[in-house]
């Protein structure tokens, strides 16, 4: 029987699938560049499999594309950290609110610490790190806030890759996600949001103290640095909608 080639769009997200996993498992290393003509040899393809891969690559900002210094890993700075993480601190921590008031399943989340618990190399923990925050925010309920954090997910991996690696920090932030759990599950709604907030912008200091992450926004918003701080945030009652606002009245809870 006569083979049948492998179809360019399912060979394009093979390579583009591995590709990523090596860059956010710290294989491939920001500033690396990325040659074509290499990856295609590598993966046993064209190169028109590798460089839409590229290109889609660069769209999620994980690589860069330059007229002059061609495709290369896009390298992680202060800078760079403070726009990822500014990004999840506004939004991460009022959709796990969301998902928590609705009542929504938290089972993945819990399946994910577990096999975190289990991981026995740096890939592994970094996939379940993204799978534990994703099942977290996704079921807000508001399918739009689930794809803009979904936007960054990426670069928020590539920015814990490039930390880890210089300092690991897997114990400390197991703890921290298994408190942002526990909270979540006891239907503390606000007491998870801060847990989480205060989570993400500790890792952030840690790894890049330049990026002078968190300070000002925290006080704007009056969030402090543990998970035991009490009060609700002035930008979760910006972003509450008008709709959910007027059903805690109807319930008691505003």
């Known amino acids: 029987m006569t083979s049948v080639p492998t179809p360019i769009p399912s060979r394009t997200q093979y390579v583009l699938e591995e590709i990523k996993r090596r860059i956010l498992t710290g294989r491939l290393t920001p500033g690396q560049a990325l040659v074509e003509t290499d990856l295609a040899a590598q993966f046993g393809v ?40 500014d990004v999840r601190l506004l939004l991460e921590p009022e959709a796990l609110r969301r998902a928590v008031r609705r009542g929504a399943s938290l089972d993945a989340a819990r399946d994910a610490l577990t096999r975190a618990d ?3 190399d740096t890939a592994e923990r970094s996939l379940t790190n993204r799978e534990f925050h994703r099942a977290l925010y996704l ?10 954090l979904d936007e960054v997910r990426d670069q928020a991996a590539l920015v814990s890759a ?43 200091r ?10 000002d926004l925290g006080v704007d918003l ?30 008691g809870q505003a």
């Open 118 to 120: 289990e991981a026995i």
């Open 139 to 148: 079921p807000c309920g508001n399918p739009l806030l689930g794809r803009m």
């Open 46 to 85: 064209s190169k028109t499999p590798v460089r839409e891969a590229l290109k889609t690559l660069a769209g999620t900002g994980l690589v860069v594309m330059s007229q002059y210094k061609g495709v290369t890993v896009r390298t992680v700075d202060a800078d760079m950290a403070r726009e990822v993480y």
């Open 206 to 215: 840690r790894a890049f103290p330049g990026a002078e992450l968190g300070v």
């Open 162 to 204: 490039v930390a880890w690696a210089a300092d690991p920090s897997w114990e400390r932030e197991a703890s921290e996600h298994r408190e942002i759990l526990r909270l979540a599950l006891a239907g503390d709604a606000d007491g998870a949001a801060r847990a989480l907030h205060a989570h993400i912008a500790s890792f952030v």
């Open 222 to 251: 009056g969030v402090e640095e543990g998970p035991e701080a009490q009060g609700i945030t002035e930008a979760q009652e910006i972003t509450e909608a008008p709709a959910t606002r007027a059903a805690q009245k109807e319930d």
